[in-house]
């Protein structure tokens, strides 16, 4: 299958199902073709974090470039910081931790070594979740900004799951599912109250909330298969 070697059939089926979605929406709603960029880029981006594949960040430079445009323009600028100030710059890190960090068995040199987090670690993630997000809200309150206490959420979760997510814990995942519901919202509310044409834009938080639970299941699969070889 060339590009599709090693994946299961309800990846190249969710990416091929949500990618015709994406087509769609472009044409039948004059949907931007930057929000079609950046929702397919990312598609592909998760897609292959669920598979612990390196690849996932190249397709991650292209996503957080354009969608930090798109959210500009909605005044989102929780969202534009997030991207643009983070996670754009983090893809270029995640590149370089991740190939330090290779299973000995990795197809393509592609697959990672996978950890999980202790509960002191959750303890300390959850307390800095909820004190940032706070701080944060306030911050984007004064800059003017739309829904703001969503988008600090939001951006708060997204960082601490993008540090987890660097360091291979495979409890990322959970805050990602967080992140993606809060960013449905988000983008509903947004695009409800401003209009505008970027739906693509659910249908790629829509993916991302479908693939983060594929995700925590493939990665708890991953760390249980390696700790059993470590052993």
Do not use: H
């Not at 292959?48 to 996932?56: E, H, M, R, T």
């Not at 991740?98 to 993630?125: M, P, R």
């Not at 997204?158 to 291979?168: G, V, W, Y």
């Amino acid at each position: 299958m060339g590009i599709f070697r090693n994946w299961t059939r309800f990846e190249i089926g969710w990416l091929f199902i949500f990618t015709l979605v994406n087509i769609y929406l472009f044409f039948a709603w004059s949907d931007s073709t930057l929000g079609l960029i950046s929702s397919i880029s990312g598609m592909l981006c998760v897609v292959l974090v669920a598979k612990g594949k390196i690849s996932n960040y190249y397709f991650g430079i292209v996503q957080t470039l354009t969608y930090a445009y798109i959210a500009y323009g909605y005044g989102l600028y929780g969202e534009v910081m997030l991207n643009a100030l983070f996670y754009f710059p983090v893809q270029f890190i995640g590149i370089y931790l991740w190939k330090q960090n290779k299973t000995e068995q990795d197809v393509k040199g592609e697959d990672v070594k996978v950890k999980s987090l202790t509960k002191t670690g959750w303890f300390y993630t959850i307390v800095s979740i909820l004190i940032l997000t706070i701080g944060y809200g306030f911050f984007l309150k004064y800059l003017g900004g739309n829904n703001v206490w969503t988008d600090s959420a939001t951006n708060v979760l997204s960082i601490a799951a993008q540090i987890l997510m660097l360091k291979r814990f495979a409890e990322q995942w959970i805050l990602w599912i967080s992140v993606n519901v809060l960013s449905i919202f988000l983008w509903l509310s947004a695009l409800l109250s401003q209009g505008g044409n970027d739906f693509s834009m659910l249908v790629m938080w829509s993916a991302f909330l479908v693939n983060s639970l594929y995700g925590y299941i493939n990665w708890r699969k991953l760390y249980l298969k390696q700790s059993q070889e470590v052993v």
